[in-house]
C-alpha cells in the first residue's frame, strides 16, 4: 500500500467513523427510543362534533357463526417420552 493509499484510507476510515456517531446521539436517526412513553405527556382526548355522526363499531372481516364444517374432529392423546426413554434413544 502506498504513502497515498495509506492517507486516503486513514481519511475515509475517520470520516466514516465520525458519521457513526451521528446515527445514534440524542437527535439521531437511529437513537434509542425505548424510555421515550416515561417522558410522555397526557393529552385532552379527541373532541368529536355534534354534527358528526358515529356508525355502530363492526368487524372488517366477519365470520358468521353456525356455518357447517367439513372438518373433522379427532381426540388425539400424545404420552411424552419418560427419562429412561429418551436415554435409550440418546445412546442409538
Same mark, same amino acid.
Given at each position: =500500500?502506498? @504513502? ?9 476510515? #475517520?470520516?466514516? =467513523? ?14 434509542? +427510543?425505548?424510555?421515550?412513553? @416515561? ?11 355534534? #354534527? ?18 367439513? +372438518? +373433522? ?8 417420552? #419418560? ?10
Amino acid at each position: =500500500m502506498s @504513502h497515498r493509499q495509506l492517507i486516503l484510507f486513514v481519511l475515509g476510515f #475517520t470520516f466514516v =467513523m465520525a458519521g457513526c456517531g451521528s446515527l445514534q446521539g440524542s437527535g439521531a436517526w437511529f437513537r434509542d +427510543k425505548s424510555q421515550d412513553y @416515561h417522558n410522555a405527556k397526557v393529552t385532552a382526548s379527541i373532541e368529536v362534533p355534534d #354534527t358528526f355522526q358515529l356508525q355502530a363499531k363492526q368487524e372488517d372481516f366477519p365470520v358468521p357463526k353456525n356455518v357447517p364444517s367439513n +372438518k +373433522k374432529e379427532y381426540e388425539v392423546s400424545v404420552i411424552p417420552p #419418560t427419562a429412561p426413554e429418551l436415554l435409550k434413544e440418546g445412546k442409538s
